[in-house]
């Protein structure tokens, strides 16, 4: 499957198994930084890794050290590759400038519509391609 016409929001291409959310994770209290895994013990898919995989939730939730998180994951080798948001978050985008400025990693996060959401599927293989203004993602069950 191929979804396309999507916006970026931080550049940048990643490959990697897809993690869908069922509820939003704010990664400031809610991402273990030393393994990558969910560690709020509220979260649905709490204990789920989400090192290496492309990240697919409809909002983030919370802290504005969500930021912060993220670049500190990244450093550490366990940040999600990729992340597809249906709702915009400044505070992610702040994150993965960040980890591409100081240390080179790039973590694409591109937006998707409420229907190209709902033709995600729960698992596959995703490729992201965050190159412009637009994107597109191909999935492989």
Do not use: F
């Amino acid at each position: 499957m191929n979804l396309s016409s999507l916006r970026t929001l931080s550049p940048g291409t990643a490959t990697g198994p897809l993690a869908r959310l069922s509820a939003p994770l704010s990664l400031w209290g809610g991402l273990d930084l030393d393994d990558g895994t969910i560690c709020d013990v509220n979260h649905p898919e709490h204990g789920q890794s989400l090192s290496g995989k492309v990240l697919a939730m409809r909002a983030a939730r919370g802290s504005s050290s969500s930021s912060s998180a993220l670049v500190e994951a990244a450093r550490r080798g366990v940040a999600p590759c990729a992340i597809i948001l249906v709702r915009p978050d400044p505070i992610l985008v702040i994150g993965s400038l960040v980890a591409a400025d100081l240390y080179g990693i790039q973590i694409p996060i591109v937006l998707v519509t409420e229907d190209q959401w709902d033709m995600l599927p729960s698992a596959g293989k995703v490729i992201v391609e965050a190159t412009g203004d637009v994107s597109c993602l191909d999935i492989a069950s």
